[in-house]
């Protein structure tokens, strides 16, 4: 049997981000022996300046990232084109608040500013037109699932910035840095706009600008939200117990972007699916498959990602990062609560798409305080980095759960959305108790052979919840 087109569609999204972060990894050591620090710490300010320039469309991108692939699902095409071109027109002409307001900073202040810095933030004011037409295109390729595309641009972009930095940053330092970002971004602009012929004009309406705005803010502060609440645990850690234990904690991170990869790339393919099946049929539960049948799936593939993961890294430490080894044990909480954190994504998904994302704000907006309190009290009682990830991740079942129940019951409502609940509880909590059983096993061999025989029970377990996930039908 072949592929499920959505799995296929995920598995090239995930080897293209895998593969551009193998790439970022040897770009960012090349770029910091080409640049010095200072450097460096500039190219961080204007990265975050640049971030915060977004904002000035108040969310419409991320509206059209709803409403977009909703309206092609009802066959509304030429309200789509309306929206899309409104989004335009509103980005273009917001960006230039933030980019006057730079401009203006530099000719008031700019002989009190480092020359880079001076330059650098020039740089940004005209460079974010650019970002912002970048971000448009990206959204409207993902809105109408051209995913092979998005996963040539991502790739692209890896290698191009790798080039840049031999071929531009080190002749010529920051100065290169800066124009070889630009270079690079028309490039990307010019390849998108060449193969899928998108057209856009100005265009205003105003019932359809507060409608978008409407969305658009609420997705924005959820949007926001969730990047606090996915650093708040490094922040509490640095406040605490200091910068050192930080970076001893940048094992769970690293970790668990790896074994998010694939879940998160699954959310991302479905997400303009999911928005497209409801335009069709307005109907609540046309979209159980799209929250249910992922969940399945990533309730038994989460768990033992983590828990290849957690076996399989006390080796690598030892071999390759014994500076890091009191990072294992958070890394191990940590991932423990990592599958809810996925399950709180699909959820806010469908969430989404029935105009219930205040739902997902306030769920979220609790959790964080949940991780707060949690994390808070367990380091102040001795627990340090351990207490730090416990709180992690009891607010992300927390999150998940909520959602998760939130939007089972808005698609099905009473006794289905409770069997559904109670059979994802049953198999992430059986695999995850099958990965803790194997790891909690004492072999008498050495670390290499445990690591070894470990991995080749795990192997048989997922065999096992692969022949369940194949009875469920996730797909």
């Known amino acids: 049997m072949s592929p499920h087109p959505i799995i296929k569609k995920t598995a090239v999204m995930t080897l293209s981000t895998l593969f551009a972060q193998g790439v970022g990894v040897f770009t960012s050591v090349a770029m910091r022996n ?12 204007l990265q975050v300046i640049l ?14 990232a709803r409403d977009y692939p909703i309206l092609q699902g009802r066959g509304e095409f030429s309200k789509a084109e309306g929206i899309k071109n409104l989004t335009f027109t509103f980005a273009m002409t917001m960006s230039m608040i933030p980019a006057a307001g730079i401009l203006i900073a530099c000719a008031i202040y700019g002989h009190r500013l480092e020359g880079t810095l001076r330059t650098g933030l020039i740089f940004v004011a005209f460079f974010l037109f650019i970002q912002r037409f970048y971000d448009l295109l990206i959204t409207l390729l993902r809105s109408e699932k051209k995913f092979t595309m998005l996963s040539f641009i991502t790739s ?3 290698v191009g910035m790798f080039l840049a930095v031999f071929l531009l940053v080190r002749p010529f330092g920051f100065y290169g840095l800066l124009g070889g970002t630009a270079f690079l971004s028309f490039v990307l602009l010019l390849v998108i ?34 990047t606090f609440f996915s650093g708040l645990d490094k922040l509490l850690i640095a406040r605490h117990l200091g910068l050192t234990e930080v970076g001893h904690y940048s094992l769970a991170m690293m970790v668990s972007s790896l074994v998010m990869s694939f879940p998160m790339m699954l959310s991302n393919v479905l997400y303009p699916h999911t928005m497209e099946r409801f335009g069709r049929s307005s109907a609540p539960r046309e979209l159980a498959s799209y929250l249910h049948r992922p969940v399945m799936m990533t309730a038994a593939a989460v768990p033992l990602l983590g828990g290849a993961a957690a ?3 006390p080796l690598v430490s030892e071999a390759f990062m014994k500076d890091y080894t009191a990072g294992l044990e958070p890394m191990r909480i940590y991932l423990g609560g990592l599958y809810f954190l996925v399950l709180a994504q699909f959820s806010t998904n469908i969430l989404t798409a029935l105009d219930r994302y205040w739902i997902s704000i306030g769920v979220l907006a609790v959790s964080i305080g949940i991780q707060w309190i949690v994390s808070t009290q367990m380091m102040a009682h001795g627990f340090g980095l351990k207490g730090a990830a416990l709180g992690a991740a009891l607010s992300f079942f927390c999150y998940g759960i909520a959602n998760y129940t939130a939007a089972s019951f808005f698609v099905e409502g009473g006794t289905d959305a409770l069997k559904r609940i109670i059979t994802m509880l049953a198999l992430s909590f059986s695999s995850a108790g099958g990965v803790l059983g194997i790891y909690q ?3 008498p061999v050495n670390i290499l052979a445990d690591t070894g025989l470990k991995l080749c029970i795990l192997a048989g377990l997922a065999a096992f919840f692969l022949m369940i996930l194949e009875r469920l039908q996730p797909f």
């Open 441 to 443: 096993l004492k072999l």
């Open 34 to 45: 080409a640049l010095s620090p200072a450097s460096m710490g500039v190219w961080s300010i």
């Open 156 to 158: 692209l972009n890896a």
């Open 193 to 226: 706009c060449s193969k899928e012929r998108y057209r856009f004009k100005l265009y205003w309406s105003r019932s359809q600008f507060m409608e978008q705005v409407k969305l658009g803010l609420p997705l924005l502060l959820l949007s926001f939200l969730a």
């Open 311 to 313: 076996i399989l890294m």
């Open 51 to 64: 971030g915060y320039c977004g904002y000035a469309s108040f969310g419409t991108t991320k509206a059209l």
